[in-house]
């Protein structure tokens, strides 16, 4: 199938104000939901397994749930890291 098997995996505390959920990746697309119970300044970016940074997806100010997108066909397979301000979400791409 096109899904790709992901995990989330925080290397800090999720505090209350930020949380990630609903993290979906196939082929084409990475798509998540951001929910946010205070407005908060987020800068989410994407890093490699090296922990070089590729791309920004986002930065703004958000409150409630927000569903992001992003177009992703131009990373190959590998371990990739989203990173919420300061906190990481592993996600893994499989073609």
Not at 2 to 24: H, P
Not at 50 to 56: A, I, Y
């Amino acid at each position: 199938g096109g899904i790709a098997v992901y995990t989330i995996d925080s290397t800090g505390s999720v505090s209350s104000s930020a949380m990630l959920s609903n993290l979906f990746v196939d082929k084409e697309l990475l798509r998540f939901t951001l929910s946010l119970s205070s407005f908060s300044h987020c800068l989410i970016k994407i890093f490699d397994n090296s922990g070089k940074e590729l791309c920004v997806v986002a930065e703004g100010d958000y409150v409630g749930e927000n569903v992001f997108n992003y177009n992703i066909q131009n990373l190959p397979s590998g371990v990739y890291f989203l990173r919420v301000n300061d906190e990481s979400f592993k996600f893994i791409i499989a073609r």
